[in-house]
């Protein structure tokens, strides 16, 4: 077992607990202690003003035949003197025992409600402060996917997990709540020739022999909301990209990782410059399977991407920017509740753009601000208008939270702020900003409320100009947004002009010269109806069916199927099969329902070939997409 350090053992009620940084890691930090009250999560039965967990030590074997994990988890936790139990969540846990470090004790699973999983509730009695639960998870875990041979690059089996946004609970018996920060350890028994690999540090890079298969160990001692606990098994290799940074993937796909990474260690250091020391030590990806239902997901030293990124020209890698971003705005400074998930993703996805600026020069930043403002358009034509407020209603599912609002509204308001108050006074407050509320959850009221006092600093004129409260609490763009431009995409406006109101050939638009942005804003800017003929000329212009580009060939596809373009329905089936990514897999079986007795059969004939190799998330959403009509 790793040995952990001495955790809190004072009660949570104790004032001002010292922080408890070893001098062997000076690079990390324990505040949990001295924490506010959290605001209350509706996503979670935790409550942890009573008793909180700390620490997570798992201890677990993966069984890929019965797909499940099983083994153990013992929570190192901190309760006040008077707490009776704790209670965590689970989901599906099938829960074998509970004892604490004084014996056996009563626990109690309650009602499971949907998407929330059940409360687990152990008896405490005063001295315990560890407690060992003996688990296995379900095979339909909804944070986990299992991976048959024929869905891997490699031919052998895989699994990862995926917490964001309340799924750990299917994997770990903890309390899963984003304000509640844990540092875990992790011995993890994987299939002898597959490596096991975690968001975290890992001690044992070759494993260790043990009774079925191979254990690896690794450890996190920042305290990090434990639904960025992430793990993943398969044949995996490892290349270096810098001294810090470097990619895991299976082995036949680590080269074209390599070429597509190349400036990951440029992007690291780019993102210092901006907001401060890299705190997590490495920052490595790994590129998964084509199922992963992700663009990318910012799991603390080691971001899971997909595959879909790998265009063979660098040209998506800010996806890479926005999960590196995601080491200071999301791991750092948290929300502490999911309706609050633009301090997430709305500073993610603005930190991007600075880092894209600085490695890419700002006309490529500015072509991603104009293509997300048509996204924020769209958003504010077609969502109720609760759900365009960045602060939104409570009552939200935790898994819906991942609109145009909260990441390219949220960004649109800090590029706001930055233009109000100048970049120098603003680059500033972000970096104090991240510094000072570093390993910590962060709510709507408490961003606006530090910004307030350390940038407004009572000037009325200026707390007008900003509009801060229109811009978290309303729907719609407050009137101070200011439509982006960018400079490229006159020409391409030209040629959507020449081509769909002039009746000129497509072929004399220079698309091998444009880069995957300019070809995006041609084709998102195309008159949405089109005859058969126009698509035809396009198609062959361009060999649309063929783009190799994941995000250039979803917006030619979107495009087609909304005006049955037959020729598009086998590229259609072979993209639909080829990947699992919810960005394009949900608009596409949409795009196909909504065109009736054209598109239907087709969207159920490629789902049925298709559901068995979704994760379970994409399912449950393409399921409603095909069940309704
Ligand atoms: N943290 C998100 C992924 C996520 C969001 C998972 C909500 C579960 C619930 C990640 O950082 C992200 O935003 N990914 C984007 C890519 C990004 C470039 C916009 C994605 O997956 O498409
Ligand atoms: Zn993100």
């Known amino acids: 077992m790793i040995k952990r350090r001495t955790l809190l053992a004072a009660g949570l009620a104790a004032p001002a607990l010292s922080a408890c940084a070893t001098s062997s890691a000076p690079d990390y930090v324990d505040n949990r202690a001295s924490l506010p009250p959290l605001p209350h999560d509706r996503h979670s039965h935790a409550r ?7 620490h997570v030590s798992l201890d677990l074997t993966a069984n890929f035949a019965l797909k499940i994990l099983e083994g153990a988890a013992t929570l190192t936790i901190a309760a006040r003197p008077d707490a009776r139990e704790i209670v965590l969540d689970i989901d599906g846990l099938d829960i074998r025992n509970v004892r604490t470090n004084q014996g056996e004790t009563q626990w109690t699973i309650g009602q499971r409600r949907p998407e929330l999983g059940a409360p687990l509730s152990i008896a405490l009695r005063p001295g315990d402060r560890e407690i060992t639960i003996a688990y296995a998870t379900s095979p339909d875990a909804g944070a986990l996917q299992w991976l048959e041979p024929a869905q891997t690059a490699s031919g052998k089996p895989f699994l990862f997990s995926q917490g964001q946004a309340i799924l750990t609970r299917t994997w770990a018996p903890t309390q899963d709540s984003p304000g509640i920060r844990q540092t875990y350890d992790a011995r993890i028994v994987a299939p002898e020739g597959l490596k096991a690999v975690m968001s975290a540090e890992m001690l044992t890079p070759n494993g260790e022999a043990s009774e079925g298969g191979r254990a690896y160990r690794f450890r996190m001692r920042n305290p990090v909301p434990i639904y960025l606990m992430s ?6 290799e490892f290349g270096a990209v810098g001294q810090r940074t470097g990619v895991w993937a299976e082995p036949s796909v680590l080269q074209r990782g390599l070429f597509e990474c190349a400036d990951m260690e440029a992007m690291v250091r780019a993102a210092e410059a901006l907001y401060g020391p890299y705190r997590w030590g490495r920052y490595d990806v790994l590129i998964l399977p084509p199922s992963f239902p992700y663009g990318g997901m910012e799991n603390p030293r080691l971001t899971f991407l997909t595959p879909t990124f790998l265009a063979g020209d660098r040209s998506l890698v800010s996806l890479i920017a926005h999960e590196l971003a995601h080491s200071w705005s999301g791991n750092l400074v948290t929300n502490a509740v999911w309706s609050d998930s633009w301090l997430n993703e709305g500073f993610t996805t603005y930190f991007e753009g600075r880092i894209t600026e600085a490695l890419y020069g700002v006309e490529r930043a500015a072509q991603q601000n104009v293509l997300a403002w048509a996204e924020i358009q769209e958003a504010i034509r077609t969502i109720p208008a609760d759900s365009q407020r960045l602060h939104l209603p409570e009552e939200r599912g935790a898994e819906d939270n991942s609109s145009a609002i909260v990441y390219e509204k949220g960004a649109l308001f800090l590029r706001t702020l930055e233009r109000e108050v100048g970049r120098p006074r603003f680059d500033a407050y972000l970096r104090s900003y991240f510094d ?13 409320a530090d910004f307030r006092e ?26 101070n947004a200011e439509e982006p431009r960018a400079e490229s995409f006159v020409e391409v406006a030209h040629f959507v002009d020449h081509f769909a ?15 995957t942005y300019e070809r995006q804003r041609y084709l998102q800017t195309l008159p949405r109806t089109l005859a058969r003929a126009q698509l035809d000329a396009l198609e062959s212009a361009f060999g649309l069916n063929n783009v190799g580009n994941a995000e250039v060939l979803f917006d030619w596809l979107s495009l087609a199927l909304s005006n049955r373009y037959e020729p598009a329905l086998a590229p259609t089936e072979r993209f639909l099969t080829s990947m699992g990514r919810g960005k394009f ?26 559901r068995a190799t979704y994760h379970p998330i994409v399912q449950g959403a393409v399921d409603r997409i095909v069940a309704a009509s």
């Open 231 to 236: 793990l993943a098994i398969g044949d995996l």
């Open 501 to 515: 109101s002039h009746g000129g050939a497509p072929a004399a638009a220079p698309w091998e010269t444009w880069g």
């Open 454 to 479: 350390r940038v407004v600093q009572g000037d009325a004129a200026l707390e007008q100009r900003l509009q801060l409260d229109a811009w978290a609490f309303e729907p719609g763009l407050p009137s």
């Open 436 to 448: 000072r509320h570093a390993f910590q959850p962060m709510t709507t009221a408490r961003f606006l």
């Open 585 to 610: 897999v949900r608009p596409l079986y949409r795009a196909l329902m909504a065109q009736g007795d054209w598109g239907q059969p087709h969207a159920r004939r490629i789902y049925a070939r298709a």
């Open 48 to 54: 942890p003003d009573e008793a909180r967990v700390l």
